[in-house]
């Protein structure tokens, strides 16, 4: 019998433009051409460096993936030279132009597929597209192309059955107030509460997104075929299969992603990583004791009002244990804020230095990984949570708004692998860019407070050793997963099969 000719599955990666965003969608199109699939990243010009330099460190699965920038659309719509990424917007005021630019660039991109040549063996036809969750476009192009699409939030599971739970029986709409709390019973029996202004902004009242886009938001993700989740099933307590049933789509957790490129050396774990700074704290880190070093940081562009840094600051340096702090935004500190800082935190490097503050883009993952890291202070975004459980690293949580309110009630409550600071409003935060450092608001969140959560997370008796314990089950777990016949193995080659 004569031999059919089985084209590759060929899946288009189309990243939403924010770093956070891009680190783990990059990584599953090398895990997915690591499983054999042809890969076509579509990115930005600005950003396809960055793009490139993370395939090509991936090992296994770079051989198969394809980087093409196609060219943004910024300028027409209004933003700066050099806009293509959303930590490059200057101004809450531009966000609406932004989803403008990317509405063109998504035409521009269709335009790509169409012209895309006829397969042949290397480069089958597109036969898969995975898109990051506001490219509401990308469904089009993928029904033009009789392909399935999935939608990557870079959100977990269980936050997304919360925000289905949300979308479908809307309790936050009862409340008289931003701070009333109110059930959300999506993951019994589990109970849980949360303050409407706890909740990601498209369950907000108001917000620098229009309305009309939230509802197209939405319907994207009605349209989708599936949705492509950077966690694994073990981590998620029911929640994946919870979420599967709620929105009848394939829900495929295949990470953690993190863990693709771990056998590249330290300095090369993140380009962004000046390697200078990186191999800083990588050598001030190996001076350290196991697990005595408290690692705190709050992702990609987590800033906080400078009334609020210096109560964080005045706990951090007045801990007992060696502290590595990513400060974000120190450039647009007020001068009495960055003198402080300059006082009474080390940026040297030095061994004996007891806080070393670290001002740019920290090697994360490899920090995480370091023996002498024995707790994260964490503003519980999904990217930062699944690289501590991913390193079996307990954390102390301070969501700052998004989703992450929700990721903390998974870390404390349900997985049992981290404690809160008690943190109740978001930390004020602003877009990169503005020049007052953040707002003039006061400190939410005293010296004190903070204190307390860092001593039961460093030293909690019982309880702290019961949070390691289970934060070093999960990170075999997740190691597990990734395996041979592990569970987002499995989910990576269920995924293949709907490109196939
Ligand atoms: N990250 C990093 N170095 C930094 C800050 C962030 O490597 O100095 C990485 C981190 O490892 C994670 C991502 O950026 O992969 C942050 O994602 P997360 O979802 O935690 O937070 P977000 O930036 O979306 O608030």
Redesign the pocket.
Known sequence: MEATLCPKPHFVVIPWP????M??IVDIGCLLAAHGAAVTIITTPSSSQLVQSRVDRAGQGSAGVTVTAIPFPGAEAGLPDGCERTDHIPSPDLVPNFFVATARFGEAVARHCRRLPTATAAHPRPSCVVAGMCHTWAHGVARELGAPCFIFH?FCAFALLCCEYLNTHRPHEAVGSPDELFDLPALPPFEFRFARRQLPIHFQPSSSIPEDRHRELREFELAVDGIVVNSFDELEHGSVSRLAAATGKAVLSVGPV?LCGAAAPPSLL?S??NSDDARLCMAWLDAKRADSVLYV??????RMPPAQLIQLGLALVSCPWPVLW?I?GADTLPDDVNEWLQRNTDGSGLPESQCLA?R??????AILEHPAVGGFL??C?????L?SVAAGVPMATWP?S?EQFLNEKLIVHVLGIGLSVGVTKPTESVLTGAKDGGGKADADVGMEQVKQALDMLMDGGADGEARKTKAKELKAKSKTALEHGGSSYMNLEKLIQFGA
Do not use: C, M, N, Y
């Open positions: 924010a770093t956070s965003h680190i783990p870079g993190s993140d962004r990583a940081s709050f992702g990609s562009a987590g990513v974000k670290l740019g883009w920290a090697p994360q993952v964490t503003h975004g999904w990217g930062s949570t690289e700052f998004a």
